[in-house]
């Protein structure tokens, strides 16, 4: 059984404020460019996610809206996740453990450093989650549980200025 995590880093965010808490933090005209960009990609490609899970910061709970609208998922339908904002890979490892063997696609929207310590942990490949990355890995395997003692079957980056998307 196949098992798809997309991982996708937040899109580029305003420091126009620096006032702002980190957590309030908006997206550049940069991120607002290119996060409807990748969705638009995904969509080509047929991404339907079960679920999308999302930090609670505003510039990541932003670029997952935004995302989910190309793939006609509901942002009603999005769930925050405090332990996805400020956290390590060995926490996402966690959330993704507990996810319902009845999905079959979860999109996880977030940060770094703990993104790229994620998606090198489960790849064993440098990756570089810069803003708006999308990480795509597939596993084969009838749990979530099993996730980061298996290795992907594929692994696909994407990113805005990817030309041969």
């Given at each position: 059984m196949k098992r798809t995590l997309f991982l996708v880093r937040?899109?580029?965010?305003?420091?126009?404020?620096?006032?702002?808490?980190d957590k309030e933090r908006?997206?550049?005209?940069?991120?607002k460019r290119d996060a409807p960009?990748?969705?638009?990609?995904?969509?080509?490609?047929?991404?339907?996610?079960?679920l999308i899970l999302s930090s609670p910061a505003r510039r990541a709970f932003s670029t997952a809206e935004i995302i989910a609208k190309e793939l006609n998922y509901r942002a009603k339908d999005i769930v925050v996740d405090d332990r996805l904002y400020?956290?390590?890979?060995?926490?996402?490892?966690?959330?993704?453990?507990?996810?319902?063997?009845k999905l079959k696609c979860v999109m996880l929207f977030?940060?770094?450093?703990?993104?790229?310590?994620?998606a090198q942990r489960?790849?064993?490949?440098?990756?570089?989650?810069?803003?708006?990355?999308?990480?795509?890995?597939?596993?084969?395997?009838?749990?979530?549980?099993?996730i980061g003692?298996?290795?992907?079957?594929?692994?696909?980056?994407?990113?805005p200025k990817n030309t041969y998307s």
């Open positions: 937040h899109a580029k965010s305003s420091w126009d404020d620096t006032a702002l808490p908006s997206l550049a005209d940069r991120g960009i990748m969705g638009k990609r995904l969509a080509k490609r047929q991404v339907r996610p079960d400020a956290t390590d890979a060995e926490t996402l490892l966690g959330v993704i453990g507990e996810l319902s063997d977030g940060h770094n450093p703990e993104f790229t310590e994620l489960l790849s064993n490949e440098s990756v570089l989650m810069t803003t708006c990355v999308v990480a795509q890995l597939t596993f084969e395997s009838t749990s979530w549980s099993s003692s298996t290795k992907p079957v594929e692994v696909l980056l994407d990113y």
